[in-house]
């Protein structure tokens, strides 16, 4: 499984940010890579209020400590 990490803040507080994860079951990492822009974008005009600070993929790790 593969999770997609967003970072954003919020426009007009920057120091307040949080982090969005989504689960992709359908995508391998290279297609979360080559697709993550897109994902973010998605996220963003859902989200007119936020900014992305920044997004990336990698493989879903349950044991992770902070997943």
Do not use: K, Y
Not at 40 to 52: K, N, Q
């Amino acid at each position: 499984m593969i999770e997609f990490i967003l970072v954003a803040c919020l426009s007009g507080a920057p120091e307040n940010c949080r982090t969005e994860t989504r689960l992709l079951t359908d995508l391998t990492l290279i297609q979360c890579m080559t697709s993550m822009q897109f994902l973010a974008a998605d996220w963003a005009s859902d989200h007119p209020d936020w900014r992305v600070q920044r997004h990336f993929c990698r493989v879903f790790d349950p044991t992770r400590a902070d997943a």
